[in-house]
C-alpha cells in the first residue's frame, strides 16, 4: 500500500498563494510537481519568496535553478546543488538541505518571522 506524503500534499496546495502583512511585507509560494531527477529527487520545483514593501526579495528558498560552488563562494564552478536559499543582499546564496515539504515549510516561514522581526526591531 502506497502512503500518500500529506506534507507534499498540502505545500502543493499552497501554489499561487500569496500573504501581504502590515508592515508591506509580503511572501508567495509557487511550487509544482516535475519529473524526479538527480536535481529534484522530490519530484517539485518550488519557489517560496519574501518581499518587502518595495517589493524586492529579501528571502527566497527555491530549486528552480543549479546552483554553482562559485554563488556558494568556492572555487570551483560545476554545479553541486539546486536547493538553496537566497538571503538579504544580491548574489548571496546558501545550499537548503531539502529534507520534507513540511520541512520546507517550517524553515521559510521561521526565516519570514525572523526577517520580519528583525525590521521591527530596527
Do not use: C
Not at 60 to 66: C, L, Y
Not at 74 to 103: I, L
Request: no cysteine; glycine share 8%; charged share 25%.
Amino acid at each position: 500500500m502506497v502512503t500518500r506524503d500529506q506534507g507534499l500534499d498540502r505545500l502543493l496546495s499552497m501554489d499561487g498563494q500569496s500573504f501581504r502583512d502590515e508592515s508591506g511585507y509580503w511572501w508567495k509560494i509557487e511550487v509544482r510537481r516535475v519529473r524526479v531527477t538527480p536535481a529534484r529527487p522530490h519530484g517539485i520545483k518550488y519557489s517560496l519568496t519574501l518581499h518587502n514593501g518595495f517589493g524586492e526579495r529579501v528571502l527566497g528558498f527555491d530549486n528552480a535553478h543549479a546552483v554553482s560552488n562559485k554563488m556558494f563562494g568556492k572555487s570551483a564552478s560545476r554545479v553541486v546543488e539546486y536547493d538553496h536559499v537566497h538571503t538579504s543582499g544580491k548574489g548571496k546564496v546558501k545550499p537548503y538541505a531539502f529534507q520534507s515539504a513540511d520541512q520546507l515549510l517550517v524553515d521559510f516561514f521561521t526565516a519570514v518571522n525572523k526577517v520580519i522581526d528583525h525590521e521591527s526591531d530596527a
